[in-house]
Every structure is written in C-alpha cells, then in structure tokens.
C-alpha cells in the first residue's frame, strides 16, 4: 500500500483536505527534528529533481537544494534565461522533456496556467514554488511556525496587512480557512482579494470554524491578532508600482504601535521575506530617494522585536518543502491521514 500523497503535485492549497495540509505540518516538524538530531532521512535516495525558476528566489531555492540533498536527491537549477522555456519551446514541450529525466519538478514563475501545464505534462509530482496566484509551499512553513509558537492552529487569529490580493495573500486566506485559522486581511478596498476567492475561503471558514475578515479598518482587523503578517507591496513583475503602493499602504504598515494594536503581548510577526524594513536595499534606497519613506511593509524596530519569527519561518521553509517531496515522490507508508 503506498503513501495518498505519492505521485500528487502541490499546486495550490485548496487540491488538499484539512487532514492532508496538517499532515505536511506535522511531517515538516518531524523532519526538523530529525535534521536537529542528526537522523538521517534519504528517503529520495538517486532521485533528480528539476528546479525550474522564472522568477529570482533566495529561500525557496536554497530550501529546495538542501531539502533535496538531505533527502539523498539530486537538485539541478534551471533558470528562465539557461534554459529554452518561453523563448523557444513550450512549457507543454518544456513539461515533456523534463518528465522524462527528472523524477519531481520545482516551478517558480508569473502563471499558474505554467504550473498546471507542467503538471499535466511532464508525469511527475510539480511543486508550486510561487506563482502570481498562490504559494502554496510558504504556507506550510508559515503554519507550521504559527503551530511552533502556540501549540494549535485551530482558534488563532493571523492578521495579513498590506497587499491584499497577492499570492501570499491569496494563499493565507484560503490555507488559514481550511485548517481553522482565524485569517483577517486588513488593506485597501483597491486591494481587496477577488470576491470568488472570498468566498471560496468563506466556504471552508464555514466547515473548520473559523471567521474570516476583510476590512480597510486597522484597528479592527489587527484587534487579537496572535499573528501579523507583512508581505512586500510590490510583488515579483510588478516593479512599476512602487509609487501607488507606497501611497497606498502607508497606513498598513506594521510598527510597534500596531503590534500593540493587537492588545495580545505574545503576538508574533510573520514576513514571508525578503523584506523591506531599511534603506540598504536597491529598491530601499529607491523608494528613500523618490518618495522619501525609509521602511515599508514593516518598520526596522517592529522587524527586530521579540515578536519578531521572519527568520525561523524562513528556516521552515527548508524543513517543509523537504516533507512535501518525501510525502509525494518517497513512497512511504501513508495510507491515510
Ligand atoms: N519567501 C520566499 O519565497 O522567498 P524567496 O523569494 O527568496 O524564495
Ligand atoms: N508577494 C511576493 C512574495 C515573495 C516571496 C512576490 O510575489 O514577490
């Protein structure tokens, strides 16, 4: 009997049951552990894994490579300018040729039509690394570091502040929705999520319990808030809206005093990174010299607060996109969750 997860693509969060994302979840702290204690875990043992990036990446990429090598795989980087995609060859040929040598594709890039395409294609599981939709593997890393902090998911409130309808965004709602978690996004009305998706969320907030808000109000979105949560306001290909944005979000901007808007004393701050808390940055020094603000999403003070968790989150990247490609590509035994 193999694993339910064998041979399945994460290409969003909403392919999967509320069991199945808290078994990721549970399965990434057990891999941490192991990792921590030095127990060996190759459970991908002579596995090739294509990392295919369209879009720059720090952390998932570094994620992917050591999880790979951890598990005993092989990770190969395919960047968008080394390789024919796009330019040349379809990502439906693109798809083909790569299934037939790599045993699980990575795909970070603008559209999830290129996710889904590869999945479709290349007869191997496909890992969403990103897309202009959703972020499916953050979510993993961000829930399994609300989970490290409390003890539980179900009942939290996590409150997103900022650009209310990017992927992260997109993802927080409907991940949150599904497992129970309490999900306010707190931005303009401009930047509200697409009302399909609200209601999508609003739908799984119905059968976990759990109450979803979407307000331009701060005080009233961040009010119990045991987590905020800041992602950049110009995502991946939109650099053109800096301006707009930064007019735009002002007021969303987490500091101290919103962290106190929370009226929780052991709230914690949650950023998917990179971020933008100082000027020493290109687009930092940009955004300083053109519109005069020297922080963004989150204020440097806020970002180095004890309530600060951006960087363990970040190393929960490693440890959950290592459990969702051993659960699918390893053939262990997990006949149900
Ligand atoms: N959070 C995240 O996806 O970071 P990278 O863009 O560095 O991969
Ligand atoms: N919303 C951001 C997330 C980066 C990890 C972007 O797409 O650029």
Known sequence: ?????????????????????????????????????????????????????????????????????????????????DIQIGKKESVEDTAKVLGGMFDGIEFRGFKQESAELLAEHSGVPVWNGLTDQWHPTQMIADYLTLKENFGKLEGLTLAYTGDGRNNVANSLLITGAILGVNVHIVSPESLFPDDALINLAREYASKSGSTILITEDVKNGVKGADALYADVWVSMGEEDKFQERVALLKPYQINMDMIRATGKEETILLHCLPAFHDTKTEYGKMVERDFGEIEMEVTDEAFRSKHARQFDQAENRMHSIKAIMAATLGNLFIPRV
């Open 1 to 81: 009997m193999e694993s339910i997860f064998q041979g399945r693509s994460l290409l969003a969060e909403k392919d999967f049951t509320k069991e199945e994302l808290m078994y990721f979840i549970d399965f990434s702290a057990h891999l941490k552990d192991m990792k921590k204690k030095g127990i060996p875990h190759r459970y991908l043992e002579g596995k090739n894994i294509a990392l295919l990036f369209e879009k720059a990446s720090t952390r998932t990429r570094s994620a992917f490579t050591v999880a790979a090598i951890d598990l005993g795989a092989h990770p190969e980087y395919l960047g968008k300018s």
